[in-house]
């Protein structure tokens, strides 16, 4: 089973600061099958980035995705209000053939 | 634009079956990977299986003996059965769209409650 691990759990910044959210992989997966999405509260998740790095349609460019192998990573350039949301990463091919990361809090 | 929506009882006893659908428009099921994720009260996301347009199935192996997943093309709906449930199914389930290997459409999410 591929196990992806998220971390930090929670991420405590202020409008305008950077955020780095990190994804690590038990085993190497292609960056070609790892996602990012974004969920606030009461709603359903959002697709970010897919493919390890580029950005889905409509996602704003302060969000960038890169990484390979074991360890990616999402980055908001500079944090907005709606931003302050919680993160999961995903991973296709492995078994389960769908497996997500516990996810990353931003939180104000 | 595509849409999805689910629907199903927002209440299930314990021990018995689960049964949620999702309606598809703007999209054709007959091509894609239909999925269908949950996630509990509080806590992260499980994916639980797709159909293919071919109906092929993929299922998580922690729920494989208990899930039943199904497409019905004259519809546009694509359904899940979840057997002998327990109060650790309840969660909110959400469909989505894969046409690669992300999900790029979801499904708002309906919450199912497992209690007698």
């Known amino acids: 089973e591929v196990v992806l691990t998220q971390s930090p759990g929670t991420l405590s910044l202020s409008p305008g600061e950077r955020a780095t959210l990190s994804c690590r992989a038990s085993?190497?997966?292609?960056?070609?099958?790892l996602a990012w999405y974004q969920q606030k509260p009461g709603q359903a998740p959002r697709l970010l980035i897919y493919?390890?790095?580029s950005r889905a349609t409509g996602t704003p460019d302060r969000f960038s995705g890169s990484g390979s192998g074991t360890d990616f990573t999402l980055t908001i350039s500079r944090l907005e209000s709606e931003d302050f949301a919680v993160y999961f990463c995903?991973?296709?091919?492995?078994?389960?053939?769908?497996?997500f990361g516990g996810g990353t809090k931003v939180e104000i | 634009q595509v849409h999805l929506q689910e629907s199903g009882p927002g209440l299930v006893k314990p021990s018995e079956t689960l049964s949620l659908t999702c309606t598809v428009s703007?999209?054709?099921?007959?091509?894609?990977?239909w999925n269908w994720v949950r996630q509990p009260p509080g806590k992260g996301l499980e994916w639980i299986g797709y159909?293919?347009?071919?109906?092929?199935?993929s299922e998580n192996p922690s729920l494989e003996s208990r899930i039943l997943i199904s497409l019905d093309s004259s519809k546009n709906q694509f359904s899940l059965k979840l057997r002998y449930v327990t109060a650790a199914d309840t969660a909110v389930y959400f469909c989505?769209?894969?046409?690669?290997?992300?999900?790029?459409?979801w499904g708002k999410g309906t919450t199912v409650t497992v209690s007698s």
């Open positions: 989505a769209r894969a046409t690669s290997t992300f999900m790029d459409v």
């Open positions: 703007g999209d054709s099921i007959t091509h894609g990977y």
């Open positions: 159909i293919y347009s071919t109906a092929s199935t």
């Open positions: 085993q190497s997966i292609s960056s070609t099958y």
């Open positions: 493919g390890a790095s």
């Open positions: 995903q991973q296709y091919g492995g078994s389960p053939r769908v497996t």
